[in-house]
């Protein structure tokens, strides 16, 4: 018979892999968001904001790999498709920086979440290392509402 404790564990585990893949879906579309804005922003604004989004599509790379690796780890299968919100083409960067608050926004809500249900696992690492991600996203959404706001 499978114990209280257990079942508690196995469950806290199905929600943390689900969860994970959340996170993972939403990585993969911020990817191809952000490579797709380095290669399309037009102006002057260009010089500096391609390689921002280069550097932010880089970032969501380490990301899912950090996810992925930790979904493989806990006994669960990683997506291997992007979350579906649609990613919206434009050459205007103020648009491309409004659409990158909002994929940041959502980030940080889902790894938020995420951090929740990991502390009532007892996955220490684990939760070190998304609690690690997930201020990067923190980190991103300041500097994109700085941007935004000019
Ligand atoms: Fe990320
Ligand atoms: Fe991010």
Redo the contacts with the bound molecule.
Sequence with gaps: MISDALRVDTMTNTNVIEKMNVALGWELR?INMYAHYSANVKGIHRLQLSPMFNT?MT??IE?ADIVRKGIVQLGGIPVTERNEHQIIHTTNYREMLNYSLE??AK?AEVYGDLLGIIERSDEQDLYDSIEQIYL??LR?IEELRLLVDD
């Design positions: 911020a932010e970032e969501s990301h994929t940041e980030a990067a996203e991103s």
